[in-house]
T-cell receptor, first 118, second 109 residues
């Protein structure tokens, strides 16, 4: 099992461009979470998705940000018209459908995508 | 709203010394607490969960509901323990994790 895959690992964009970040969950996992880490800060929850459904997007900025997890293919976090403040590390995590012993779905993290907006 | 606080950004100890990484939380319900670790150039990985009451790599953490703390402890630190450690909380319902800002542990030879 290759683990959670994210690409690209590094992304440079100019202000106003679009950024697309991809996340392939671990094999057998149907739950995906996106977190953002600004410089010198901890990870902040953005959105939680299952296949073809957004379950919790309470951490997503109201504008310019969107996420999807289609039936086939990776989950995509899309940032339109990027600004310098979007520069951060974006982490994806996945968990299995069934809860593990103890009732908790452990989240397994990808290596992150580091976005730099010039 | 729930909150996780790790008061120490940096912690430095010598090899063989005891180490304690502090984590305090605020949450009105009954939380699940986790410790994640990120070694240099590696991805974030789960170290332990309070619900499992386990010891991983010599680390333990006890949930103290009275003090709302979940401190991570190891009696004898090793150089390979040097890493970034994050405490995280999951609400009773829901799946999102709330992270602390992390503590960078350095174990000196």
């Amino acid at each position: 099992n290759a683990g959670v895959m994210q690409n690209p690992r590094h992304l440079v964009r100019r202000r106003g461009q679009e950024a697309r970040l991809r996340c392939s969950p671990m094999k057998g996992h149907s739950h995906v979470y996106w977190y953002r880490q600004l410089p010198e800060e901890g990870l902040k929850f953005m959105v939680y998705l299952q296949k073809e459904n957004i379950i919790d997007e309470s951490g997503m900025p109201k504008e310019r940000f969107s996420a999807e997890f289609p039936k086939e293919g990776p989950s995509i976090l899309r940032i339109q018209q990027v600004v310098r403040g979007d520069s951060a590390a974006y982490f994806c995590a996945s968990s299995p459908r069934e809860a593990a012993l103890g009732g908790t779905r452990t989240q397994y993290f990808g290596p992150g995508t580091r976005l730099l907006v010039l | 709203a729930q909150r996780v606080t790790q008061p120490e950004k940096l912690l430095s100890v010598f090899k063989g010394a005891p180490v304690e990484l502090k984590c305090n939380y605020s949450y009105s319900g009954s939380p699940e607490l986790f410790w994640y670790v990120q070694y240099s150039r590696q991805r974030l990985q789960l170290l332990l969960r309070h619900i499992s009451r386990e010891s991983i790599k010599g680390f333990t953490a006890d949930l103290n509901k009275g003090e709302t703390s979940f401190h991570l402890k190891k009696p004898f630190a090793q150089e390979e323990d040097s890493a970034m450690y994050y405490c995280a909380l999951k609400e009773t319902s829901g799946s999102r994790l709330t992270f602390g800002e992390g503590t960078q542990l350095t174990v000196n030879p």
